[in-house]
């Protein structure tokens, strides 16, 4: 299996930019999670999808966030606009089920300039 | 709010010396799962525990969840400079809580 994929590995974007990032799931996992990682934060959840629909999503820190996953094999993450503040490296991972073991992606390291 | 206090934050140490990591919470969790980070790479499970008390030992990882389910902690016996990386603990209840990560350096 080829594991969560994530694209781009990294991104630089200047601040007011729309940012899309991508994620496919490990195929025949039915949760997809959307994670923030910072030094001085650590790990956060963002939202997390089970069948395509969100579940949680208090996490997302502000309207300017904003997921999908429009299919099984497929979601993004969206910011718009960007903020210098939003620079860290976003993971997806996903599961079987909802308390199973979370398979990471190599996680998008976005820098907001 | 579920607060998951992870310690120490940073670890420099030695090859061949042994370390504690710790996780602590006044919650309850149905799971504790530890994973470890490497640079540029997201998490990697290393175990789960979930009955109070349980000990899972993984080559020179060990790892204990407390009785009341409320805390967890780690030891490695004789660390190695390929155990070096970034520890986190992640506790699962009613949502999912997040330890802030022990970053662990093991020195040649």
């Known amino acids: 299996d080829a594991g969560v994929i994530q694209s781009p590995r990294h991104e630089v974007t200047e601040m007011g930019q729309e940012v899309t990032l991508r994620c496919k799931p490990i195929s025949g996992h039915d949760y997809l999670f959307w994670y923030r990682q910072t030094m001085m934060r650590g790990l956060e959840l963002l939202i997390y999808f089970n069948n395509n629909v969100p579940i949680d999503d208090s996490g997302m820190p502000e309207d300017r966030f904003s997921a999908k996953m429009p299919n099984a094999s497929f979601s993004t993450l969206k910011i718009q606009p960007s903020e210098p503040r939003d620079s860290a490296v976003y993971f997806c991972a996903s599961t079987s089920f909802e308390r199973g073991t979370q398979y990471f992606g190599p996680g998008t390291r976005l820098t907001v300039l | ?108």
Do not use: M
Not at chain 2, 60 to 84: N, V
């Open chain 2, 1 to 108: 709010t579920q607060l998951l206090e992870q310690s120490p934050q940073f670890l420099s140490i030695q090859e061949g010396e042994n370390l504690t990591v710790y996780c602590n919470s006044s919650s309850v969790f149905s799971s504790l799962q530890w994973y470890r980070q490497e640079p540029g790479e997201g998490p990697v499970l290393l175990v789960t525990v979930v009955t109070g008390g349980e000990v899972k030992k993984l080559k020179r990882l060990t790892f204990q969840f407390g009785d009341a389910r409320k805390d967890s902690s780690l030891h490695i016996t004789a660390a190695q400079p390929g155990d070096t990386g970034l520890y986190l603990c992640i506790g699962s209840a009613r949502q999912l809580t997040f330890g802030s990560g022990t970053q662990l350096t093991v020195l040649p």
